[in-house]
Each structure stands twice: as structure tokens, then as C-alpha cells.
């Protein structure tokens, strides 16, 4: 029986060195992921949320126009 919140399934199993894919599916649907195993990957889930953030805040200050 798997584990809940294991979305990736066995394609989540790391494969042999560090090439490991920047996408993968989730389990249900067909949206793709970033994968937090690939370093380039965990950059983004960190990067792409606080640059979200500054472009909202900036465009409630103005500065955008």
C-alpha cells in the first residue's frame, strides 16, 4: 500500500547518478511538477513563489506604470 501524499509513485525512485528530470507527472491528472530531487528544480519551487510575490507588491505600490 502506498503512502498517501506519494504523488510521483515509483517513477520517483532515484535513478542511477544525478540525472534526475526537472518535470514530472503528478500521480492523478496530467499536470507536470517540479521535481524537488533535481537541484534546478528545487531552485524554482523556491524562486518562482517570491518573485510572485515582489510582482504583486510591486504592482499594488505603482511602480509598474
Given at each position: 500500500m502506498r503512502h498517501e501524499n506519494d504523488h510521483?509513485?515509483?517513477?520517483?525512485r532515484?535513478?542511477?547518478g544525478d540525472d534526475h528530470p526537472l518535470f514530472i507527472?503528478?500521480?492523478y491528472g496530467t499536470r507536470w511538477?517540479?521535481?524537488h530531487r533535481n537541484p534546478v528544480g528545487l531552485a524554482l519551487i523556491m524562486i518562482v513563489p517570491i518573485v510572485a510575490i515582489g510582482?504583486?507588491?510591486?504592482m499594488t505600490r505603482g511602480a509598474g506604470r
Amino acid at each position: 500500500m502506498r503512502h498517501e501524499n506519494d504523488h510521483a509513485g515509483d517513477r520517483d525512485r532515484a535513478p542511477a547518478g544525478d540525472d534526475h528530470p526537472l518535470f514530472i507527472r503528478q500521480r492523478y491528472g496530467t499536470r507536470w511538477v517540479y521535481n524537488h530531487r533535481n537541484p534546478v528544480g528545487l531552485a524554482l519551487i523556491m524562486i518562482v513563489p517570491i518573485v510572485a510575490i515582489g510582482a504583486l507588491l510591486l504592482m499594488t505600490r505603482g511602480a509598474g506604470r
